[in-house]
């Protein structure tokens, strides 16, 4: 028998030097950080709940004491399901068996990819003890009796964001591919990550904006939002685009679209490959695309009426002068269609015909049952926002994006936080995510009406509940044809709620499509991709699971059906129109504009 050397283990020696310099360089930034922080922190004198979620966990508490059984049964299920897990590891590490876990996580879950947390004994063990626990919080406060609607909804969704953040994946001692990393690395995965960790912090001026890929693969107007065309037409809240013709005939009418302004417009634009305005082009559509300003303290004052005036009403003027009088169809996208929807409600009540057809895109016109975003509006939370806009004009474009990443944590925040801070990489080039971080800001008047009168008071939807330049707005009024398409995984706007709103039009021909997917990928969906199905059904029942039911589901891309369907209600056609060839209209710049290019 011979005796074979020992092989030496496969870890890296940290280069002591390399390492000082880098702790001396964090200390001195990490100290600048904290002092710049907590000066800010005392001239804003932020509250110290500005969430207001402790009243709501007060609320669940009382409910929990006032009739403690549910609590006990859940600890003593709780405690049993602990001692399974127990024994079910002992039996694997003392005799080689492989029992059926006492509790298995989704395959879906990205969190618990890495083959050691099914295969290592201890890592398993932490899993399954992580998700027994997240099962029994997650019962605990779901179940209790009595408690306000609202209430229940903000306890939910934060006992959610507790049992997110407490993932054993999210911790270096706890994450089998950390542990990994720092032995091949010595531990320069976490130098690497402590330092991505402070120039996030830097970026933010303090405040952590978790950079989700790199963003200097991108630039708007090279590499995306590429289409050509021109801008013919600006004012001070936005820049319309004309988009040069891809036929030689185009469909008289003219497509306008009203994208969101709490992003960027260039999501339906963002490459060639799944651009809404490359398929429409070639379709024979002449487009035309609004580009809203990213909005700063002098814009202050601006109210949900400029933006209709200065937004679409003043594009459909400009469209008049190109397109020679034509009606137009226009799109909405999220708050672009409920703006939409309450421009088309001030056309009814003043007898202006110039838009035939809209387009509804994850629209929400009905907010009775908004989704987990109402979690964020509430009185204390309202009063606490509507200050900080006023010191400063505006809603700061990353606290709004904060707050939709905070509806997919795991995905959104901590899949990040693992690659970024724990594994010291960087993160991967990725067009929708540089959108995604390209934040716009809000101005303080429009915002503060927009989260009060539609979120909060649910006031579009009652027939009178808002007044846009003077004009009682009721969509029960509005006749012109109207498509509305839905996403079923949709976490901004709920299908179900969007199809609530759609039956508010009750003087209009309303078809509804549901996607699958959610709030973009189910929207961008070019067919060439051959990804996700669609639902249609030529009724609006009551109740959307009855719609549902009765709906018919197709294969692929949702974009035809819209195609064939506004074509349906007119197919003449004209010579294409060339950007900036209209009598009385000069092209100011080519596409995709200045405004687009401003950052938050």
């Not at 004994?121 to 998700?131: P, R, T």
């Not at 669609?534 to 959307?544: A, M, Q, S, T």
Request: contains cysteine.
């Amino acid at each position: 028998m011979t005796n074979e050397p020992t092989p030496e283990p496969d870890i890296k020696l940290p280069d002591t030097g390399a390492l000082g310099r880098s702790m001396a360089d964090i200390a001195a930034r990490s100290q600048r950080l904290v002092g710049e922080w907590l000066k800010r922190q005392a001239a804003e004198g932020v509250a110290l709940d500005p969430l207001n979620v402790g009243s709501a966990f007060m609320a669940m508490t009382a409910k929990l004491l006032a009739n403690p059984s549910g609590l006990v049964e859940a600890q003593l299920g709780l405690w049993r399901d602990y001692i399974t897990l127990w024994q079910n590891t002992a039996r694997r590490i003392w005799s080689g068996e492989e029992p059926e876990p006492v509790i298995a996580h989704d395959p879906r879950d990205k969190r618990f990819a890495d083959p050691a947390w099914k295969q290592n004994e201890i890592f398993d063990f932490i899993k399954q003890s992580y998700l027994l626990s997240a099962r029994y919080i997650n019962d605990v406060v779901t179940q209790v009796d009595g408690l306000e609607p609202k209430t229940a909804q903000k306890v939910d969704f934060y006992a959610r964001q507790f049992i997110n953040a407490l993932s054993p994946s999210n911790f270096a001692l706890t994450n089998p591919e950390v542990l990994r990393q720092t032995r091949e690395t010595g531990g320069e995965n976490l130098v690497r990550g402590l330092n991505n960790l402070l120039n996030d912090l830097e970026q933010g001026r303090g405040n952590l904006r978790i950079k989700m890929t790199d963003t200097d693969a991108f630039k708007v107007g090279e590499n995306i939002a590429i289409s050509e065309g021109k801008v013919v037409y600006q004012n001070e809240l936005m820049q319309l685009i004309q988009y040069s013709p891809a036929t030689e005939e185009a469909y008289a009418r003219p497509v306008l679209i009203i994208p969101p302004w709490i992003n960027k417009f260039y999501i339906l634009d963002l490459r060639p490959k799944n651009s809404l305005v490359r398929y429409l082009v070639s379709q024979g559509h002449t487009v035309f695309m609004i580009s809203w300003v990213n909005p700063d303290e002098s814009l202050a004052e601006k109210n949900f009426d400029d933006y209709m005036t200065e937004g679409p009403l003043a594009a459909l003027e400009a469209i008049g002068k190109i397109a020679g009088g034509q009606p137009v169809n226009a799109i909405g996208y999220c708050i672009g269609g409920t703006l939409l929807a309450s421009t088309l409600g001030y056309m009814a009540a003043t007898g202006d015909n110039r838009i035939a057809s809209g387009t509804f895109f994850v629209t929400l016109t009905d907010f009775t049952e908004a989704g987990e975003i109402g979690v964020f509006i509430d009185e204390e939370q309202l009063a606490m926002l509507e200050d900080r806009m006023t010191k400063r004009g505006y809603l700061e474009g990353n606290e709004m994006a904060t707050t939709f990443n905070m509806l997919r944590a795991n995905d959104l925040i901590w899949s990040f936080v693992v690659n970024n801070y724990l594994l010291g990489k960087e993160p991967f080039p990725f067009d929708l995510l540089y959108w995604n971080s390209d934040a716009t800001r809000m101005p303080r008047v429009m915002h503060s009406f927009y989260l009060r009168n539609m979120y909060q008071r649910n006031l579009l939807a009652t027939p009178g509940g808002i007044n846009m330049k003077g004009e009682a707005i009721d969509l029960g009024k509005i006749k012109v044809p109207l498509y509305f398409l839905s996403c079923r995984e949709d976490h901004i706007a709920p299908w179900t709620s969007t199809y609530k709103g759609a039956r508010c039009f009750t003087s209009a021909p309303v078809r509804f499509v549901l996607a699958a997917s959610g709030h973009i990928a189910g929207v961008i969906n070019p067919p060439e991709g051959g990804k996700y199905n669609h639902f249609i059904n030529d009724v609006l029942p009551e109740r959307p699971e009855d719609w549902l039911e009765g709906a018919t589901e197709i294969a692929g891309s949702w974009w035809p059906d819209w195609q064939r369907w506004v074509t349906g209600h007119s197919h003449e056609k004209v010579p294409a129109r060339v950007p900036g060839k209209a009598r009385g209209i000069k092209a100011i710049e080519d596409a995709p504009g200045s405004y687009v290019r401003v950052k938050a």
